[in-house]
């Protein structure tokens, strides 16, 4: 049963994009935090005028979940990731109280303008089984099914969705500033899903029990009806959009290569292998690098969507993390993704860590401090869910509950969870938030992955070995 | 998700055998399919509704890193249609039975997540005497089990069809007009505005008159000549059946709203009514299989709902009580429990349900009570619970003399 008396608010607040505008609203309508912040490295802010108004600053995927599952009365969100939530979960314990007015484009349903695919009625109608390639799984499907769609399969991916139609993927659901925007990126948006604005949201309980009228009531200049959330028709393409299509042609050997932090060292190495590369340094960045190897493609996306990527035979080799390869053969166990050597750069611990004030020193005691049902049960936030929901299995912890995060697990303790999961290069950060290690799981670097088949094969055993044996010899 | 207790599992297999019963003697045969089928099946255009496969469990299993999902089976006619397409299809005819469990979310708490079906489905039987066949079989089990004041509905989705047509609206609106029809919104229809009156009349009159006989259906045919031809047609295929029950002395509702949550159905579509509950339903579905990729096979078929039906059903008494035999040892010594447990060893081979027991408990609800004390001349002491009579017996053979006797 939650506490109603006790009068605190917990407002939960956005990273990244929306940080900025949301900043200069709160501080418009009376209800800014001082350390509400691009440079803030605090995750807890108190707001100055209220002292019931506490707030977090949270990963805007993770936003519509916390406040739905009530660890938050109030958030602040994009529009896109509480429809993701909604679409899902339709009956839940999340409510959509306005519109803020602020935000930049939409989500879109895109197609690569080399797959033949004009219209939503060429989707509808065909037999073909089409694979969607997305951050937003669920509103991917609602679409799919919505359309009746009659075979398609869903990828969902951490990031850079765009750039894997057409060979990859025969369609993308993604944000995208504009038709025109996207069409720059060799891509034909064929519908909008949905305009992509900041929205003030509420735990539905909190709402129907909670006084939230003092904070809703600094708000109310900037409350408005609801924007459209999903445009019926197919986006107006007559505008005649100018579609760059990008070159592209099956190569015989597809290599995937990270982006954000993994790609400066990654670049570094491959420099060192002797690997020439144009449009994978920190001056020139592009999704389609190219080698002076004639039958080598090249592609820059998410090392967490690698293994997956490689699984599937979309690429032969890809430089990722050996954390995200296990993460993903934990999920897969037969899985023909093979590790084939480590890299020595990217070297993380994942450990799992509790609070300082917990008083536990290793697993052991955690197990017994479950048991005796003082933190029964346990609420464990990890990016690694497939690691950590093993882990924890193989140390017997019981019960658990499992809170998939986007990065930053440690925003979660000690109030939202009582344990992460997440890997550490130094344990400074943890210490900062006065967090502490428990156990280390593993140790984890860069290393070259490849699809089984792909070694196996006649056609490709022979450049596969070429290439490993140069990407070997940057380790010297 | 519920539990089903030994009293539930009565009434089930009550069902179950009636139903099994029914379907084996008309000539069915029955099959079973995995609970795990692929997501595609159920995606395909004219299966389920957008709105039901947003409810169905499917996931990634651990080999599906291509992607492919797997759902626990949400309905029970597909698996079987997939079944007939892929081991059958060479039968000019397949009557098929199966009694399975389907699995759908529910978030309101009031339904189960996990719900049991007895479906029989008839492919390659073409319109009129399979129709007439699949409802009489269906009526047949309602009837052995005993269900009183059950009512018969009857429609065509062929007559729906015809007139969302008329309707004219856009395919996107149609689609949308479609899926609240089938989660049972039928008054959307009427707020349709359409430009033509006669059909606003005509929708307005099918949703308002309840016919009981074909004859309704004749005056729905002279009242609007200007129908269309495919309503027409429709109309005729309706009143082909309706005439063929009334032959047979079936009473029927025709209610153009009998037409359950599925995309598939051509033709025909009736659903079973007891206490205001839907208790059955079925259909002529000619488009499923081609569909499927299989081939141009017409279909039909139903499933009782056996989680209402449970709720029908008398109370059981403990069967136990009419024919169950205790034999309980009057000490634990190793001799009175070897021959406890050859006494009810014989018991059994005379086919007579025994229990054992050793705890000195009171028994209750029981037929027979067999006393092994092992004293001669007399080591059994047998009580007629029902007459309430005690005996001696000498023998194991006496025992099973007086039991058969009765």
Redesign the interface.
Known sequence: MRNYQAGYIKLALPKGRFLSPTASLLAEIGLGFQDYSDKTKQYRIRSARFPSLSAKILQEKDISIQVAVGNYDLGICGLDWIEEFLVKYP?GALVKISSLNYGEGSVHVVASAESGIANLNDL?DGRN?Y?IVTEYPNLAE?F???L????????PVWGAAEAYPPENADLAVLWGKSGADIATQGLIPLKRLLPVTAFLIANRESLENKDLSQILTCFAAKLTAEPPTSI??GLDISEELKVSRTLWQAKEINLALPDGHQQAPASQFLKQAGLALQGYSEEVSSRRPSADLDWLGIKVIRPQDMP?QV??SNFDLAITGEDWLLE?LY?????PVKKLFALGFGTVKIVAAVSQEMPVADIDELRSLVQSSKFAPLKVASEYINIADRYLRDNHINPYKLIPTWGASEAFLPEDADMLIDNAQTGKTLKQHKLKIIDVLFRSSACLIANKDSLASPDKKEKMEFLTQKLRAGLL | MQDLLPEDMLRFRLIEDVFRTCCLNWGYQEVRTPTLEYL?LF???GTLT?SM??KVYSF?D????????VVLRPDGTIPVARLYIDNLSGQELARLFYVTNIFAFE?TGKENRERWQCGAEFFGGAKLAPDVEIILLAEEVIRRLGISNVGLQLSHAGLVKALLKELKLSP?EE?KMTNRILEGNWQALTKAKSTNPEIERLIAALLGLKGKSSSFLYNVRASFPKASQDFKSSLEDLINVTTLLDNLGCSYKIDITAIHGFEYYTGICFQFLAAGEKIGGGGRYDSLVPFMNGEDIPACGFALYVDPIMKLLPLEKERRGDCGILVKGKELTPEIVKTCFAVAESLRDAGHPAELDFTGRKESNYRWVVLVSGKEPSPFVLTDCIQRRRRDAASIAEILKVVSEG
Do not use: Y
């Open positions: 009956a509808s089984d694979r609602a799919a099914l919505n009746r769609m009659r075979r398609f399969r869903i990828f019926e028709n997956l699984a599937n993903h999920r897969f166990p037969s899985s | 595609h995606t395909a255009t957008p496969l947003s990634l651990w080999d599906g890193w291509s992607g492919e999902r978030g996107g689609a």
